[in-house]
């Protein structure tokens, strides 16, 4: 079936450095797609989402972008903060009233 | 605002008993989805509802149930449970479905069944 899944499951970064956390989507029909961050105990939390006719798109500290061609994704977070560390999930919307996650990465930020 | 409320956030149960899983959102939002969320795995949609009274099953329903009386609520019931619905839940709630902003997750409900 098709599914939306991320190349690796965890992530060690130095404080201070660029993160850069990657998705592979294989429904070449999803056109809207989404980032969350889920901290521990707490629910999914929306950070960006980017939509089939766009290439980029950018918000504080992060930045989405897509390739359509080789249907993958990626979150780029700037001046990665301890307030990071979490894991990250995509997201792609199915039809109008679902979406399909990713198995996730563990971003875990090092002082 | 309160936005998604879970209730509770942590329940034990044996094997066969019921229990009802509580979801209440208060932003007069029409779309509502019940996932779990097992470790290493990402979300799963067990139902959803597009609006009062509408309801219709994702990708794992088996051995769940749920309703829509009202657009604030949006119970999941477990009729006879077993280990394996140990997982945690998670309540979600949308304006305009997953097209836009995607869904406001709930807290979660972390549900064990020994």
């Known amino acids: 079936g098709e599914s939306v899944g991320l190349h690796l499951p965890t992530l060690s970064v130095q404080e201070g450095d660029n993160s850069i956390i990657n998705c592979a989507y294989s429904?070449?029909?999803?056109?809207?797609f989404i980032w969350y961050k889920q901290e521990s105990g707490k629910g999914p939390q929306f950070i960006i989402d980017?939509?089939?006719?766009?290439d980029k798109r950018q918000g504080q500290r992060v930045t989405v972008l897509l390739n359509k061609t080789v249907k993958h994704l990626s979150l780029q977070i700037a001046a990665t903060q301890p307030g990071d560390s979490a894991v990250y999930f995509c997201?792609?919307?199915?039809?109008?009233?679902?979406?399909?996650f990713g198995a996730g990465t563990t971003v875990t930020v090092r002082a | 605002n309160a936005g998604v409320t879970q209730t509770p956030k942590f329940q034990v149960l044996k094997t066969g008993q019921s229990m009802t899983l509580q979801c209440a959102q208060d932003?007069?939002?029409?779309?509502m989805s019940w996932y779990r969320q097992d470790p290493g795995m990402g979300l799963r949609l067990i139902h959803y509802?597009?609006?009062?009274?509408?309801?219709d099953q994702g990708e794992v329903p088996n051995g769940y149930n749920v309703s829509r009386s009202t657009t604030e609520d949006f119970p999941l019931r477990l009729l006879s449970a077993a280990p394996s619905q140990t997982s945690v839940y998670f309540c979600?709630?949308?304006?305009?479905?997953?097209?836009?902003?995607?869904?406001?997750f709930g807290s979660g409900t972390r549900l064990t069944v020994v």
């Open positions: 997201a792609e919307n199915n039809n109008d009233y679902k979406l399909s």
């Open positions: 979600a709630s949308s304006s305009q479905g997953a097209t836009t902003y995607g869904y406001t």
């Open positions: 932003m007069n939002h029409e779309y």
């Open positions: 429904n070449s029909a999803s056109d809207y």
């Open positions: 980017i939509r089939s006719n766009m």
């Open positions: 509802s597009v609006g009062a009274g509408i309801t």
